[in-house]
Nanobody, 122 residues
């Protein structure tokens, strides 16, 4: 069982930056991949980015490539999402996710956080 808590959301102007954090806690040690999804009002939840346990592998949705960067700190059990050059269409609730299977992190993650709101004004 992995619990995820996001923070760092807020209001930012278009072109600005935000950094989200996701702290993971687990009862027993087990390596897991982490990722971020987002859900805009009236739309389905969509994949944003994911990172493997050792940070060797990362991949991004086309809509955020070159603007967003995922990273993680194994010691602090924390994943980060650095968002730059933000656009109004990035407005959404951002969810942290985790899965022991890197192959599943972008589709059906086992664990989810509750989300943090990100709003980008034009």
């Amino acid at each position: 069982q992995v619990q995820l808590v996001e923070s760092g959301g807020g209001l930012v102007q278009a072109g600005g930056s935000l950094r989200l954090s996701c702290v993971a806690s687990a009862r027993t040690f087990s390596p897991f991949a982490m990722g971020w999804f987002r859900q805009a009002p009236g739309k389905a939840r969509e994949f944003v980015t994911a990172i493997s346990w050792g940070s060797t592998n990362r991949y991004y949705a086309d809509s955020v490539k070159g603007r967003f960067t995922i990273s993680r700190d194994i010691v602090r059990n924390t994943a980060y999402l650095q968002m730059n050059s933000m656009k109004p269409e990035d407005t959404a609730v951002y969810f942290c996710a985790a899965d022991s299977r890197y192959s599943e992190i972008g589709t059906q993650p086992q664990y989810w956080g509750r989300g943090t709101q990100v709003t980008v004004s034009a």
